[in-house]
């Protein structure tokens, strides 16, 4: 009798665990099909109100990457440039030439990211239809994607 109840506590357990396993790994968009890998909720439901194709939502998607690596490099070049601003600060004297070109490197960089949100933004503009551009104006200029299955 104990041999049975602890079979089933223990089954019970490893049900448990195991859909706690796959709450967590739907929550952090490790689903089968790898589609949504990784990314929102806002995206589909960007991608919903759009009707978007498998094409445009790659396009997108490529985009987004390419913006991501982008302000990744502007942000590790700030934390790799706090060393030098510091040095710059402690010294007796300030040298603005060391901190004209401390600026100048990160404005270079915000500037690449800047571009690269542009050519993406013109790519992604590019490959929608009329409606679907409709759709987008109206989405940003309500500030919120809305109901997923409502139309704009």
Not at 26 to 41: A, E, M, V, Y
């Amino acid at each position: 009798m104990h041999g049975i109840l602890g079979g089933v506590l223990l089954t019970l357990a490893v049900l448990f665990l195991l859909r706690a396993i796959g709450f967590l790994a739907w929550r952090r968009g490790l689903r089968r099909g790898g589609r949504w890998r990784g990314r929102g909720w806002m995206l589909r439901r960007l991608f919903a109100r759009l009707e978007t194709t498998p094409g445009q939502e790659r396009l997108l998607l490529e985009e987004l990457d390419r913006l991501r690596a982008e302000l990744a490099g502007l942000r590790e070049g700030l934390f790799a440039s706090r060393e030098e601003l510091a040095a710059t600060l402690a010294a007796e004297r300030l040298d603005p030439s060391a901190l004209e070109a401390l600026v100048a490197r990160q404005l270079a960089r915000a500037d690449a990211a800047r571009k690269a949100a542009v050519d993406g933004l013109s790519r992604f503009h590019e490959a929608l239809t009329a409606r679907q551009r409709q759709v987008l104006a109206q989405l940003v200029r309500s500030g919120r994607l809305g109901p997923a299955h409502g139309r704009c």
